[in-house]
């Protein structure tokens, strides 16, 4: 059964502090993404990765960096910590080519920051 | 950037009821998903679509990829209490290796007993 997982479902830090979050997928995807979901905006890219050690930026990067270090592992950092960073993170991966586009979803982590 | 709407943000309705939701989009797609997404926990593929025109079903689920190429139908047959959640449609507009999804902002499903 495929399988997302991520570290943490709630997380509770303070402003400016440094935040890991991690993801782990046993599909063995290529593809890994991090997405904000926040009420009425649905699901906004933050980053994601296609291969081991590779990044590209999304539609949101501002105040969050990424690292691919193994295929199975993306994890999400938020260098400093802001108020306006608490929000629903999930974390999904895929396999490439044409016909296999569906992500693959972890529950989410839901982080607040005070 | 691209864009997709959802249609309604939220609706009530009976169990039992049929429901239907539409997605748009500014720009056209060379492939569709529906996800739901239960409370807490993280969305859920529901049907994938890669064909214009093309009518798939899973169980009572029956989604349409626009023949404009532009929007996507999902239809609920006789809704039940399990149905409740936020159905999210994400559109891809290129098959190249490593495009992403954009997302709609999805539709609230509410079923009432």
């Known amino acids: 059964d495929v399988k997302v997982t991520q570290s943490s479902r709630y997380l509770v830090k303070r402003t400016g502090e440094k935040v890991f979050l991690e993801c782990v997928q046993d599909m063995d995807h290529e593809n890994m993404f991090w997405y904000r979901q926040d009420p009425g905006l649905g699901l906004r890219l933050i980053y994601f990765s296609y291969d081991v050690k590779m990044k590209e930026k999304g539609d949101i990067p501002e105040g969050y960096s990424v690292s691919r270090e193994k295929k199975e592992r993306f994890s999400l950092i938020l260098e400093s910590a802001s108020t306006n960073q608490t929000s629903m993170y999930l974390c999904?991966?895929?396999?490439?080519?044409?016909?296999?586009?569906?992500?693959?979803f972890g529950p989410g982590t839901r982080l607040t920051v005070l | 950037g691209q864009q997709l709407n959802q249609s309604p943000q939220s609706m009530f309705i009976q169990e039992g009821e049929d429901v239907s939701m539409n997605c748009t989009s500014s720009s056209i797609f060379n492939t569709w998903l529906w996800y739901k997404q239960d409370p807490g926990e993280g969305p859920v593929l529901l049907i994938a679509l890669y064909k214009a025109g093309e009518l798939t079903s899973n169980g009572r689920l029956t989604a349409q990829f626009g023949i404009t190429r532009k929007d996507s139908f999902l239809n609920i047959s006789a809704s039940i209490p399990s149905d409740v959640g936020i159905y999210f449609c994400?559109?891809?507009?290129?098959?190249?290796?490593?495009?992403?999804?954009?997302f709609g902002p999805g539709t609230r499903l509410s079923v009432l007993p």
């Open positions: 999904a991966s895929s396999d490439v080519g044409l016909v296999s586009n569906e992500q693959f």
């Open positions: 994400a559109g891809r507009a290129r098959d190249n290796y490593g495009q992403n999804f954009v």
